[in-house]
């Protein structure tokens, strides 16, 4: 069964700062990895994905996510955030094989503070 | 035009009462599915439908029950409703033609008082 790891319940950090959210996942074949953004009292939203090629992937808002296939992580990163970015981040994962649903991890927290 | 559009926003209702959560998707998707988000902010698969079809049914009192009318429709009824099941509750839909990312609904918070 996939599971998926974040870290960090909460991080803050000062405006400007640069950011990175750990994420680990559990799965021995190819997955799809994601990294959705939940503002306050919204619905989750795509920030990027990965589905093959370049591990590096950009995705909206200045975020990017890179693949390490032999740590099993999808980092997310950005070099520096804005008070906008306050928000609840989720990493999750699917299986490359059919329409599998996500597998969340429990989520961090984001606070900027100004 | 929304996507992965859900009815009601918000919903507060006594324990005991039956109460339906309606799910919409205009994007030709194949696969739909309900998940479910606690207090906690932490995100469960309930129920996934591929062409009107129940494919993965988590552990889920059987008070759940996913209808599917057809394949842009999953609806969520939920029978005797007990203040556990406040929470807010995620439509979402996916499909293999376009690399299977899954769009989410805006939630339906539900509160059980």
């Known amino acids: 069964a996939q599971s998926v790891s974040q870290h960090n319940h909460h991080v803050i950090l000062s405006e400007a700062a640069s950011l990175e959210l750990g994420c680990n996942y559990s799965y021995g074949g190819t997955v799809n990895l994601f990294w959705y953004v939940q503002y306050p009292g919204q619905h989750l939203q795509l920030l990027l994905k990965?589905?093959?090629?370049?591990?590096l992937v950009k995705g909206i808002k200045g975020f990017e996510a890179e693949f390490i296939k032999s740590k099993f992580s999808f980092n997310l990163r950005k070099p520096s955030v804005q008070w906008s970015d306050t928000a609840e981040y989720f990493c999750?994962?699917?299986?490359?094989?059919?329409?599998?649903?996500?597998?969340f991890g429990k989520g961090t927290r984001l606070s900027v503070i100004a | 035009d929304t996507a992965v559009s859900q009815t009601p926003k918000y919903l507060v209702t006594q324990m005991g009462n039956d109460k339906s959560i309606k799910c919409e998707q205009n994007l030709g998707h194949d696969t739909m599915y309900w998940y479910k988000q606690d207090s906690k902010k932490f995100l469960k698969i309930m129920f996934s439908y591929n062409n009107k079809e129940l494919i993965i049914n988590e552990t889920v009192p059987n008070r759940f029950s996913p209808k599917s009318p057809d394949k842009a429709h999953l609806n969520l009824h939920i029978n005797s409703l007990e203040l556990g099941d406040s929470a807010v509750y995620f439509c979402?839909?996916?499909?293999?033609?376009?690399?299977?990312?899954?769009?989410f609904g805006e939630g339906s918070w539900l509160t059980v008082v």
């Open positions: 999750a994962v699917s299986s490359n094989s059919g329409n599998t649903p996500l597998v």
């Open positions: 990965y589905f093959s090629g370049d591990p």
């Open positions: 979402a839909s996916s499909s293999l033609a376009v690399g299977n990312t899954i769009y």
